[in-house]
T-cell receptor, first 114, second 115 residues
Framework: GNSVTQMEGPVTLSEEAFLTINCTYT??????LFWYVQYPGEGLQLLLK?????DKGSNKGFEATYRKETTSFHLEKGSVQVSDSAVYFC?????????????FGTGTQLKVEL | SAVISQKPSRDICQRGTSLTIQCQVD?????MFWYRQQPGQSLTLIAT?????????ESGFVIDKFPISRPNLTFSTLTVSNMSPEDSSIYLC????????????FGPGTRLLVL
């Protein structure tokens, strides 16, 4: 079956530090990959996505590249801000069978301090 | 994208009672989904709500406990029945849009506490 593995948190960084949150996946077929962000007390927001191998998704300074050879979709940002503090979820969508179901990782909490 | 609203945003309920959560989207969508997020956990899909047909439930979730309605292409409800403290969670609806509905957008969630 499909699965997503994320690095455990919390990840604590100083403002302007470089961020990497690792994500690897196992899937049948050719999944689409997503990063969602959940700010405290809120729902999930789509941060970025990639639908095929070697695609790079980017948004708000975050980026992730779909690496089929390593089955990875690591999230990076060059300079984090306090406002980036949130929980980040990696997910895949595999429409095998027409279900379009999302499989989520466990989430990684990011804390950015001044 | 899509703009999704949920009602109520939060509630505190007594065990044994039921709560119906509403999900409204600003455009017609084929696929709507209901998820549960238990405290400090990731999201688990409860069911896929299809307009004009019965919802499709994931393993571990049953219609008697989580009945779902999907009367049209912009609205769905999820009922949490005969609640117990273990049902305390965030319940989120999402819609599938873009090519083939592969990209899902989420509502703000309903925070439920069962005493």
């Amino acid at each position: 079956g499909n699965s997503v593995t994320q690095m455990e948190g919390p990840v604590t960084l100083s403002e302007e530090a470089f961020l990497t949150i690792n994500c690897t996946y196992t899937a049948t077929g050719y999944p689409s990959l997503f990063w969602y962000v959940q700010y405290p007390g809120e729902g999930l927001q789509l941060l970025l996505k990639a639908t095929k191998a070697d695609d790079k998704g980017s948004n708000k300074g975050f980026e992730a590249t779909y690496r089929k050879e390593t089955t990875s979709f690591h999230l990076e940002k060059g300079s984090v801000q306090v406002s980036d503090s949130a929980v980040y979820f990696c997910a895949l969508s595999d429409d095998t069978g027409g279900g379009n179901k999302l499989t989520f990782g466990t989430g990684t909490q990011l804390k950015v301090e001044l | 994208s899509a703009v999704i609203s949920q009602k109520p945003s939060r509630d505190i309920c007594q065990r044994g009672t039921s709560l119906t959560i509403q999900c409204q989207v600003d455009s017609q969508v084929t696929m709507m989904f209901w998820y549960r997020q238990q405290p400090g956990q990731s999201l688990t899909l409860i069911a896929t709500a299809n307009q004009g047909s019965e919802a499709t439930y994931e393993s571990g979730f049953v219609i008697d406990k989580f009945p779902i309605s999907r009367p049209n292409l912009t609205f769905s409800t999820l009922t949490v029945s005969n609640m117990s403290p273990e049902d305390s969670s965030i319940y989120l609806c999402s819609v599938g849009v873009s090519a083939g509905g592969k990209t899902q957008y989420f509502g703000p969630g309903t925070r439920l506490l069962v005493l």
